[in-house]
């Protein structure tokens, strides 16, 4: 690895750089400027938490598991180029299609069959990925709904920590394997097609030829293998068109998972080809959740949100190294692989700190909501006659009963008893 691990204490100083914008400044239109300063703010935060408190309160342990397959290996700047999107389509289900249709377009075939093998290759890992966030999910809705092994006090920070912090590993090693295969590729792209790809402008849909993906699909592809594919060939274009603070960029709801906010987010889009969800619905919604609780409740949450800046401090510096390790790639070079993994252990550690923290503040603020209260959160959700899968494989449903191990190992043991 040509970038050395850098020490904690300059790790945490580069988030100096989080006060500024990222690399393509202001959100074209004059709309609001999305970056790692505002994504990591207290009140961005806040307003994040307190949708996933509204999500996991009022929902069940089927809509927690739904996650969209871009957050995870995320380190491809696809979220930031549709974040700042200056058409505002990022979040249209027709933005993936069109940015996969022209990558897969530009790309030769013997291309677009390294992206086709690497679904190919990654389609079961990706399935063991999101079967590994079931057992802690199950946790903290077993700590929501009280039931708790007998005499425990509550969920162990270390359990919940050290078990994330295994789930990001595993993701760090696929995304080590994704930009190695991304690299080969574009180390290898043709004047023509360097060309073919300067005429889409990063973060601006208008740009891309209205190309349809299904032109370039492999026939009988399993699901997860199209996801997959399609998600690769979108990412190509970002990473290869972006930069490491793209790279870096996560929106504020990249970090506790676990609580049923994607699903209460993205559920009306499903299924549909043309829907805009909107940019501001975590934090109305979020507001809106807070605005109903006592002061009480409320502290439940805006007590944690000074440690959680420094937790952020330090994902931020670590996203940075991993992202920068991960483009040597582009350089024809290769990154340390164990240490891209050792920083992704500490990211995933890091990640089920607060979402521990933010999973027992929600069961505190469970304990003590009245009926009515119950009635206006029920009402903020907004998603009368939908009802959720057992449980999903990223955004389908899981075919089949799910199983999960023992989840007692995320709590603490009663007084003189072994965990």
């Known amino acids: ?173 696929l995304s080590y394997r994704r930009a190695e295969v991304f690299g080969h590729i574009a180390t290898a792209l043709s004047a023509s097609q360097k060309a073919e790809f300067g005429k889409m402008k990063f973060g601006d849909f208008t740009t891309w030829p209205n190309t349809d993906p299904r032109a370039f699909m492999r026939r009988g592809m399993p699901h997860l293998e199209n996801v997959a594919y399609m998600t690769y060939a979108s990412e190509f274009f970002s990473w290869y068109a972006g930069s490491t603070d793209a790279d870096v960029y996560f929106c504020p709801e990249r970090h506790g998972t676990y609580f049923g906010g994607f699903y209460m987010k993205d559920m009306p889009a499903m299924g549909k080809r043309d829907f805009d969800i909107s940019m501001t619905v975590t934090g109305d919604s979020g507001q809106a959740f807070l605005a109903v609780l006592t002061p009480g409740q409320r502290q439940h949450l805006t007590g944690l949100m000074a440690d959680q800046q420094t937790v952020l401090a330090e994902i931020v510096a670590i996203r940075r190294q991993i992202s920068t390790n991960l483009r040597e790639f582009l350089a024809g070079e290769t990154p340390d692989k164990e240490a891209v993994e050792a920083l992704g252990r500490r990211y995933g550690e890091l990640d089920g700190q607060m979402s521990e923290q933010y999973a027992s503040a929600f069961a505190a603020i469970n304990r003590t909501l009245t009926t009515e209260q119950r009635r206006r959160l029920v009402a903020l959700r907004n998603l009368d006659g939908y009802t959720s899968a057992k449980a999903y494989l990223y955004s389908q449903p899981l075919a089949g009963p799910v199983e999960l191990p023992d989840t007692d190992r995320f709590f603490l043991p009663a007084p003189g008893g072994k965990q």
């Not at 307003?47 to 957050?71: E, N, Q």
């Not at 700047?77 to 022209?102: C, E, S, W």
């Not at 270390?158 to 760090?172: H, K, L, N, S, T």
């Open 1 to 173: 690895m040509k970038t050395p691990p850098l020490l904690l204490a300059n790790c945490l100083a580069l988030v100096l750089a989080a006060g500024l914008p990222l690399a393509a400044g202001a959100a074209p239109g004059g709309r609001q400027p999305y970056s790692i300063a505002q994504a990591t703010s207290p009140e961005a935060q806040l307003h994040t938490a307190a949708f996933s408190g509204l999500a996991f309160i009022t929902g069940d342990f089927g809509a927690a598991t739904f996650l969209p397959p871009g957050k995870v290996c995320d380190y491809f700047g696809f979220q930031y180029m549709r974040d700042i999107d200056a058409t505002g389509k990022g979040h249209n289900p027709m933005f993936l299609d069109r940015v996969a249709g022209n990558a897969l377009r530009i790309l030769t075939e013997t291309q677009r069959q390294e992206l086709a093998a690497l679904a190919k290759e990654q389609a079961e890992p990706l399935r063991q990925l999101a079967l590994m966030r079931l057992p802690v999910i199950q946790a903290f809705q077993r700590e929501l709904d009280g039931d708790r092994p007998a005499g425990s006090s509550g969920l162990s920070p270390e359990a919940v920590r050290d078990y994330i912090g295994g789930v990001f590993a595993f993701d760090a090693r």
